[in-house]
C-alpha cells in the first residue's frame, strides 16, 4: 500500500482524496493532510491537521505538496528527512535556488525522490529533449481572466475590475515573474527547470478581458527544432487561480508510480 501525505487540502489535494475514495488510484491510501489552519472540517476527517508535528509521525511513502511556496519552505527537507519522496506543485519556491539545493541535497542523504510534475503545464517532455541538443530561446505567456489575478501583485498596477483590453502585468525572466506571482505561474518554474533555466526563460503574464480560462503557451527554438504548445484551461471551482485540470494531473502522476505500463514521461 502506498502512503500519501498530502501539504494543502484545497483544490488539488482534495482531487487527490476524491481519487483515492473513489478507487482510482489502486493500492494507494491518502493517510494525512496537513492545513494551514485549525478547521471544522478537521473534525469530521481526523486525518486532516494543522499541526506537522502530528503531520509528520505518520510513516509516509510519499509526500505530495499543492499548498503554497511557504510550505515548500516550511516542509519539503522534513519530508524526505522521514524518507518520503516529494511531488511538489508550487514549483516557483524553487526561484530560490540555495532551497532546491537543500532540497535535493536532502533527498540524496535520504535515498529519496523529489519530482516536479508536469501539473498545470504541457509540453515539458518535449521542451527537456530539445533542451538535450541545446535551446536558444524559451518563453511561456500565461493568460488569465482578471479575476484570476485578484489578490496579487498585479492589483498595484490595473484596476482589474474594469479592464477591457488585455494588459500585460509582468514581462521579465521566470525567477523574478514565479517569485511575484507565486500562486497563479509555478508552471513557469517548471517550464524553466525543464528548459534554459530561470535566468534564460521570458515569463509573459496578462490578464485578459475577453477570456474565461487559462490559456497558456510554451515555444522554444533550439539545435534540434522548435515547438509551440498551447492549452486552455477551465479554472477550478475551488480556486480559480488553478487549473481543474492540475489536481487530476496529479493523480496521473500518482498512478504512474504504481503502473506497469506508464506511457510518455
Ligand atoms: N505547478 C502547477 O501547475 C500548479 C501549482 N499550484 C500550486 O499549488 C498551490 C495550491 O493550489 P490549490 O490547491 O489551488 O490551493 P488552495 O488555495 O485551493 O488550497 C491550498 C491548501 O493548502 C493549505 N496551505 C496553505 N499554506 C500552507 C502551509 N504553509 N502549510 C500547510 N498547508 C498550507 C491550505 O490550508 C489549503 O488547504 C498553489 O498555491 C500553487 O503554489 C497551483 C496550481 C498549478
Ligand atoms: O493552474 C494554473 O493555471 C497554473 C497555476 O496556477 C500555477 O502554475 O501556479
Redesign the pocket.
Known sequence: MLRIGM???????KRVAEAVAAGQLEGTELTAA????PRTAAAERPDITHDPDWFFRYRLDVVVE??????VR?HAVRALDGGADLYV???GAFTDTALLERVVAAARANGCRVHLPS???GGLDMLASLAEGGLDEATITVRKDPASWKGTAAEALVDLDTLTQPHTVFDGPVREGARLY??NV??SA?TALAGIGLDRTRLVIIADPAITTHVCEISAKGRLGSMRFVEDLVP?P??R??STL?GHAIVKTLRNRTATLVIGG
Open positions: 501539504l494543502g487540502f484545497g483544490a488539488i489535494g496537513l492545513v494551514r489552519t499543492g499548498a503554497g511556496h511557504q510550505a516550511d506543485t508550487s514549483i501539473a498545470g503545464i507565486p500562486q509555478n508552471i517548471a477550478s475551488e480556486n487561480k488553478t492540475v
